[in-house]
Nanobody, 121 residues
Framework: QVQLVESGGGLVQPGGSLRLSCAAS????????MGWYRQAPGEQRELVAT???????NYADSVKGRFTVSRDNAKKMVSLQMNSLRPEDTAVYYC???????????????WGQGTQVTVSG
């Protein structure tokens, strides 16, 4: 019913930049929050950044000051600008969307397929 289509990602040298984008489509009602998680090999999935609204953002300490998350409500998109990339940023990055069919309903969570980001060289 709900699809998240990601774009971006790939191979980049340390200190370089990448921009990830995610577009949501389908039976979407009220979006609560959108954001990004990542999972490195052998590690648990961790929060990268979330953006409940334009006036509120949350970042992992490891990416704060280097990554910027943004949201386009009209296009139902969320983006992640990644600057000053380091090898430890290498992971599969997942787009996430949380929505509600009414303000009183429980949240419904959706995930993208994941996109590989590799920082090496």
């Amino acid at each position: 019913q709900v699809q998240l289509v990601e774009s971006g990602g790939g191979l980049v040298q340390p200190g370089g930049s990448l921009r990830l984008s995610c577009a949501a489509s389908g039976n979407i009602f009220t979006i609560n929050t959108m954001g990004w998680y990542r999972q490195a090999p052998g590690e648990q999935r961790e929060l990268v950044a979330t953006i409940p609204n334009r006036d509120s953002t949350n970042y992992a300490d490891s990416v704060k000051g280097r990554f910027t998350v943004s949201r386009d409500n009209a296009k139902k998109m969320v983006s992640l600008q990644m600057n000053s990339l380091r090898p430890e940023d290498t992971a599969v990055y997942y787009c996430t969307l949380e929505m509600r069919r009414s303000p009183w309903d429980s949240a419904l969570n959706y995930w993208g397929q994941g996109t590989q980001v590799t920082v090496s060289g």
